[in-house]
């Protein structure tokens, strides 16, 4: 079992900055792959960012250059920085973690609000 705790969520004007942070725990060894997913409301849940062992990073078209992934294996930790924010933006973050198994774990989710 893996446990994910998203933090780093909030309110922010249009352009601004936030970094949300995915810290994972339990069977950490068995992950391969750990990304965002993101949810507005009456929307489905959407890729956002994933990063992977052998495939390394993958973006949503709609955050390229404004969004990055990072990992820290010592700290076990996912990062998301967004830049540029845009109200469209605004969306429930959610940190997923794939084990070797294709065993996908979710944390609860963190909201991210933009205001125009």
């Known amino acids: 079992q893996v446990q994910l705790v998203e933090s780093g969520g909030g309110l922010v004007q249009a352009g601004g900055s936030l970094r949300l942070s995915c810290a994972a725990s339990?069977?950490?060894?068995?992950?391969?792959?750990m990304g965002w997913y993101r949810q507005a409301p009456g929307k489905q849940r959407e890729l956002v960012a994933a990063?992977?062992?052998?495939?390394?990073?993958h973006y949503a078209d709609s955050v390229k250059g404004r969004f990055t992934i990072s990992r820290d294996n010592a700290k076990n930790t996912v990062y998301l920085q967004m830049n540029s924010l845009k109200p469209e933006d605004t969306a429930v973050y959610y940190c997923n973690a794939v084990s070797t198994f294709n065993e996908d774990y979710w944390g609860k989710g963190t909201l991210v609000t933009v205001s125009s």
């Open positions: 339990g069977s950490i060894f068995s992950i391969s792959a």
């Open positions: 990063t992977t062992d052998v495939r390394g990073t």
